[in-house]
């Protein structure tokens, strides 16, 4: 009789699953060492592969959006960061300067990279070594031109054993085959932790090494107790089973009280309508949004169609994306954010200068106000497609009246061109800003006046308010602690459209933290915008409000 093992480790998500081990190699990498040939074509290689992984890169991002949300999408913004931080790239080169392959630069500078993080003695901090390990690997598997050796050949679900996950290999793998996830080291704060509490997956971290004899063993992995069982007893499984059962049925029923609650408009329990719509990065998402319950889309962020091209997209090819969109949504309102590009969103063929701070700089409203022609491209895609369906119009990063009267102006315009060119169109399109800025928040009563509809981009809004940089982890617990800014600022906002007879939203991520929702409902936020996983259980806290 086979010996039941079992192995501890740290629950970072509820559940009970049963089904076979699958044990996870990780990328290696091969060939690391290699000379391929002179310096310059070393470093010529180099950026083949960093311009392929910096393609990854943004198509992991737009997958992880779509299925996890923008918290977790976030990561991989963090990492074509990395892939264009001069520091990095430098120390690669100046590791080829010294006659090393391009293979070996790359992992001799991510190994003193990840050394010095993990000196820092920062648990959040050493976990980021995930980052540079996952790019590091990215660029030596195009270097190398290997294979993932983790192809999805299963039939049956499973519960993948690794040593650890680096979030590309999280994103990439088909989240319906897996039961659960057990990493031997890891910790909650890691990206393993990260993105198994995002796909709602049960998971174990810091259980100690797993060896590979267990590879297809039958386990028990109890997420809420910390434990995996391998090789399980007539005993233990039976035990489970009972657990397992109660939990699932918990579960459903949970499950089946949002989808009911789903059927019905979201209203508080003193009868106040809050309208829940969905955040969404392209046309592929629409669907997900309809079937999870969306009654519109809050933020269609149109810079999906400049980041994923290496030119231009032409009027027709926006008018097309949009007027597809619009009418699949039958009706209901897509509020379309004009191009929010720059900052931490780079596009090579804009052409944007290097900026010392660039949160701070030349981007979104700046550039379509600078670059006119660009932005009335757009505009008249919009209002084309406004002829199709329920659109709006929502202009980013605004912090003036001038600003507003500029853009409104360029609108004008563009309606008398598709009248001169037959084109139909609504006149009375909705146009509304976001409230990012402490400047649009503290002018928001004169800014009503321009507009139909406040929509509150809780981000930026924090990131400027509190002067806390959102990408860096050693201060972005004061985000956390220092909410009452932020609402005092949002309740302002607030009052001053509903003054003037409009509407307001929230965009960013706090409009999916169930703890704020009933502060949201008190300040007179009409709408909450979020990413299509998290519609349902927002749907159902509002309907919990007083």
């Not at 190699?25 to 290699?34: L, T």
């Not at 379309?336 to 590009?341: A, H, M, Q, V």
Request: negative net charge; charged residues 30%; hydrophobic residues 40%.
């Amino acid at each position: 009789m086979t010996k039941s093992v079992r192995f501890d480790g740290i629950g970072i998500t509820n559940g009970k699953v049963s089904g076979k081990i699958k044990i996870f190699r990780s990328y290696e990498g091969k060939n690391k060492g290699a000379c391929v040939g002179s310096i310059e074509d070393e470093k010529q290689r180099l950026e083949l592969a960093r311009k392929s992984a910096i393609k990854e890169t943004k198509a992991l991002e737009e997958k992880a959006l779509k299925v996890l949300g923008e918290k977790e999408a976030q990561i991989f913004e963090i990492h074509g960061m990395l892939l264009e931080d001069e520091d990095f790239l430098d120390a690669v080169y100046s590791e080829i300067d010294k006659g090393k392959s391009a293979q070996e630069a790359v992992t001799l500078t991510a190994k003193s990279y990840g050394e010095m993080l993990k000196a820092l003695d920062d648990e959040y901090l050493s976990a980021r070594c995930a980052d540079i390990n996952d790019i590091a690997s990215q660029l030596i598997r195009f270097l190398t031109g290997d294979v993932d050796e983790n192809e999805e050949n299963d039939t049956e679900p499973y519960i993948l054993v690794a040593s650890d996950l680096t979030p590309s290999e999280t994103v990439k793998l088909e989240a319906s085959k897996i039961l659960g996830f057990v990493t031997f080291g890891g910790t909650p704060s890691s990206h393993t932790a990260i993105l198994a509490r995002a796909m709602g997956i049960p998971a174990l971290v810091g259980t100690g090494t797993i060896g590979e004899i267990y590879e297809g063993k039958y386990a028990l992995l109890n997420a809420e107790r910390g434990e995996l069982i391998i090789n399980p007893t007539k005993e233990q499984k039976s035990e489970f089973e009972k657990e397992q059962s109660a939990y699932n049925k918990i579960a459903k029923e949970h499950e089946m009280y949002l989808r009911s609650v789903m059927k019905k408009p979201a209203v508080t329990r003193s009868g106040h309508k809050i309208m829940i719509y969905a955040n969404i990065g392209s046309d592929s998402e629409v669907a997900s949004a309809i079937s999870n319950g969306a009654e519109g889309i809050g933020l269609l962020r149109s810079e999906f169609l400049y980041l994923s091209r290496d030119k231009y997209p032409s009027e027709e090819e926006l008018f097309s994306v949009y007027r597809d969109i619009a009418i699949k949504m039958q009706g209901k309102r897509v509020i379309i954010r004009t191009l929010d590009i720059g900052a931490d969103k780079q596009i090579p063929y804009f052409s944007l200068p290097k900026e010392e701070n660039p949160a701070l700089g030349y981007r979104a409203i700046r550039i379509c106000l600078d670059r006119q022609e660009l932005f009335k491209t757009q505009l008249r895609a919009i209002l084309r497609a406004s002829a199709y369906g329920r659109v709006s119009v929502m202009l980013p990063m605004i912090i003036s009246l001038e600003e507003i009267k500029e853009a409104k102006k360029l609108l004008d315009e563009c309606m008398t061109e598709l009248s001169t060119r037959g084109e139909g169109y609504d006149s009375k399109i909705e146009l509304g800003i976001m409230i990012e800025t402490p400047s649009s928040a503290i002018m928001s009563d004169t800014l009503a006046r321009e507009v139909d509809f406040f929509s509150v981009g809780t981000n930026d809004l924090t990131q400027y308010t509190l002067a806390v940089d959102r990408q860096n982890p050693k201060v972005t617990h004061l985000c956390e602690s220092n909410i009452e800014p932020i609402m005092r600022l949002i309740k302002m906002a607030s009052e001053a459209i509903h003054h003037q007879g409009g509407w307001i939203g929230v965009c960013g991520e706090m409009a999916a933290d169930l703890s704020l929702t009933q502060k949201f409902v008190d300040i007179g936020v009409d709408e909450l915008s979020v990413s299509v996983p998290y519609l349902l259980g927002v749907r159902g806290k509002v309907s919990e409000c007083k």
